[in-house]
């Protein structure tokens, strides 16, 4: 299967980013708490080196708790600011301010001692596509200023949006990158929705979503489909069509359709609370 994504918007917000990188006091990055590593942009510790950072798991509610935690460890580790965030229904937003304050107090100590008072922080707000950039701004600014949508690439270009005297947010376009070093990252990154759907089979991913589920969560599709145990996931596929009554002209299994639901009922969290990578 084919994954690589990088449409002429995407080459046109990095050059955008790079362009206000200079404005910036602190980078703002976030990941899927689902798949941390394959949903960091390697091109953002480029566009950061020299700026405050903060790490958020994004979409929490969507991941397992415990491994939430042990995420959060991993990046603190690696001396990042980090939090675990629900930008949806505002779990762990509370803190923001006060972690962007904390992360940004070397800047601001050097503008007091300057003389300057009570410049804003500006911080940049990057990821993936998808991640959920644009719901968090609303959710920190508590009203909808930035458009959301559950599929990759609503925003399209920078908005600038004033939080309050302290703090001043740009929302920029989910960017991927150019070349998917390793193919399972692209696989990540089209199951939790970041890749266009129309590049991807949906049936092949639902397939390959099968095959990693199966070690990480024995057992979950046939508990919530009612189907049997089955090596193949073609077959898996046949029985939540079947199950599911997906089915075709002349009672046909409609197993793509199966695929989409199966997509649908992952990305929406109607599987549980799932982790696809491991901190260990
Ligand atoms: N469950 C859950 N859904 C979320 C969360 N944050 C965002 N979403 C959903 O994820 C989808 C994408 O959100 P956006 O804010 O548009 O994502 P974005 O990163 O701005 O996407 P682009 O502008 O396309 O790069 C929307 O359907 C949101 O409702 C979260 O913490 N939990
Ligand atoms: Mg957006």
Redesign the pocket.
């Known amino acids: 299967m084919h994954f690589q994504w990088y449409p002429g918007h995407m080459t046109k917000a990095k050059r955008m980013m790079q362009e206000n990188i200079k404005l910036i006091d602190l980078i703002i990055e976030?990941l899927d708490a689902r798949v941390p590593l394959s949903s960091r942009n390697p091109d953002i510790d480029e566009l950061g080196k020299n700026k405050a950072r903060l790490i958020l798991l994004?979409?929490?509610?969507?991941a397992e708790d415990k491994q939430n935690d042990a995420w959060m460890e991993y990046f603190k580790k690696k001396g990042f600011a980090v939090v675990k965030?629900?930008?949806?229904?505002g779990?762990g937003i509370k803190s923001i301010q006060g972690v962007i304050q904390e992360a940004c107090k070397e800047k601001i100590e050097r503008d007091r001692k300057r003389g300057i008072l009570n410049r804003p922080v500006r911080a940049m707000v990057v990821?993936?596509?998808?991640?959920?950039?644009?719901?968090?701004?609303?959710?920190l600014a508590g009203k909808a200023c930035?458009?959301?949508?559950?599929?990759?690439?609503?925003?399209?270009g920078k908005q600038w949006i004033r939080l309050n005297k302290n703090v001043e947010l740009l929302?920029?376009?989910?960017?991927l990158w150019p070349k998917f070093e390793d193919q399972t990252v692209g696989l990540h990154l089209a199951f939790i929705?970041s890749i266009k759907d129309e590049i991807l089979n949906t049936e092949e991913l639902a397939a390959e979503l099968i095959r990693l589920l199966e070690p990480y969560y024995p057992g979950i599709l046939q508990e919530k489909y009612g189907i049997e145990e089955t090596e193949d996931p073609y077959k898996c596929l046949a029985q939540i069509a079947e199950s599911r009554h997906c089915l075709l002209r002349g009672n046909e299994l409609d197993t793509e359709k199966a695929a989409i639901l199966l997509m649908d009922d992952f990305r929406?969290?109607r599987l549980g609370r799932l982790t696809l990578e491991r901190a260990e």
């Open positions: 976030l994004n979409k929490a509610d969507l965030v629900n930008s949806k229904k779990g990821g993936i596509p998808n991640v959920g950039k644009s719901t968090f701004i609303n959710s930035a458009k959301t949508g559950n599929k990759p690439g609503v925003t399209k929302d920029t376009p989910g960017i929705g929406n969290g």
